[in-house]
């Protein structure tokens, strides 16, 4: 049987992804550059007997998928920059309640209106920090179609294996352009689907009560268990606490399944590192030219290296120090102000050899871009 293979927009493979991984609700609101998304969902989930929303608002948006997530369902939403900060709120709640989600951001440029039809990576420190309190979250990243499909697919898995929300982080330029996707075949690519409470209708269901996996049996909202939710600190009944020690052990338990499980959540591609004098670290569409320097300087006896980052939070510091540590200087490849630089700094063994190439005026930065910088820092003698 011949696969099936398609060209088609960033915003679309994203599409195609969620679909494979069995995505069967979305509520969303359009917004330049993830527009698409949404438009796409109304077409194709009544076909195979889901349904698609459209919300008066982003805040409406993901609290209709937390609800739709609630009753059992795998759901997603699509937004960008403006639209990603009036999720925050309800961001918080969805981590403290524990309920799986997906949502997209694709990035532009900003603060507020800013440029809505520019490229930009501006939103990774957002995507962690954004809602209030001690959290953790699951980011994900793409530089190519192919990845966005499956890093789609990964994000479906990761908030059902975690119960969290999962961040997908695209950004304007990989959700706009078009390229070849190869749909996998049918269980080519392993789901992870909802893990449904064994416990019977009529004996005591506690839905924050974690197996020795750590992982939580969900069951339907509406069901046959009755239970509460609330953004409060709760125990594992689900009912508010300020005892200390409830709230201390609830916090420990969202942050460590996500930190503890850092080695198995990230993903990361290594391009020529094994004797790479110059490491570049970038990701989503800055890595596309990256990876264009490596291959362009190897011929040439320049030992580069990339290090293309698919999981941006939790964010993957061992694999950064190890693939650093015997490089005469590291360059970081983004379009922004340099979000993830601070966390390559704070991983590597060298701060002061770590450097940044960087746009952060809507356009896309370029192969040019990367190695007007590396001549600079080259003749500085680093």
């Not at 969303?28 to 796409?40: D, M, R, V, W």
């Not at 953004?231 to 009912?239: E, N, S, T, V």
Request: hydrophobic share 40%.
């Amino acid at each position: 049987m011949e696969k099936k293979i398609l060209f088609l927009q960033g915003n679309e493979a994203c599409v195609e992804g969620a679909l494979y991984a069995g995505l069967d609700f979305f509520a969303g609101y359009p917004i330049t550059p993830s527009t698409e998304i949404a438009e796409q969902m109304s077409f194709r989930l009544p076909k195979i007997g889901g349904k698609f929303i459209q919300m008066e608002d982003e805040i409406s948006s993901v609290c209709a998928i937390i609800g739709a997530s609630l009753a059992g369902h795998k759901v997603m939403t699509a937004t960008s920059g403006p639209g990603f900060s009036l999720m925050q709120e309800a961001l918080g709640y969805a981590i403290m309640t524990e309920i799986p989600c997906v949502i997209v951001n694709v990035q532009r440029g900003g603060p507020s209106t800013g440029l809505p039809t520019s490229v930009s990576q501006g939103d990774v420190n957002q995507a962690r920090w954004g809602t209030h309190g001690d959290h953790a979250i699951i980011a994900l990243t793409a530089s190519n179609h192919q990845d966005v499909f499956l890093m789609t697919v990964e994000a479906f898995n990761l908030a059902e294996t975690y119960r969290t929300p999962v961040i997908l982080l695209f950004d304007e330029v990989v959700a706009h352009m078009r390229e070849r996707l190869v749909v996998p075949e049918k269980d080519e690519v392993s789901l992870v689907h909802r893990l449904r409470t064994s416990v019977k209708e009529g004996v005591d269901y506690h839905p924050y009560l974690p197996r020795e996996d750590g992982r939580l049996p969900m069951s339907d909202f509406g069901g046959v268990h009755r239970y509460n939710v609330t953004g409060l600190f709760h125990d594992m009944w689900g009912f508010p606490s300020s005892n200390p020690g409830v709230v201390q052990g609830l916090l420990r338990h969202l942050m460590d399944k996500i930190n503890n499980n850092t080695n198995r959540i990230n993903r990361f591609k290594k391009y020529d590192l094994d004797d790479a004098e110059v490491v570049l670290i970038s990701y989503g569409s800055s890595a596309r030219s990256a990876l264009h320097v490596v291959q362009n300087r190897r011929p040439r006896g320049e030992r580069l290296g990339l290090l293309e980052l698919q999981t941006l939070w939790p964010f993957p510091f061992d694999v950064v120090r190890d693939v650093c540590r015997n490089a005469r200087f590291v360059l970081v490849v983004e379009m922004n102000m340099g979000q993830a630089l601070q966390s390559v700094k704070l991983a590597v063994d060298e701060p002061g050899k770590v450097f940044l190439a960087n746009r952060i005026d809507g356009s896309f930065i370029t192969p040019t871009d990367i190695r007007n910088v590396l001549r600079v820092i080259q003749g500085k003698g680093v």
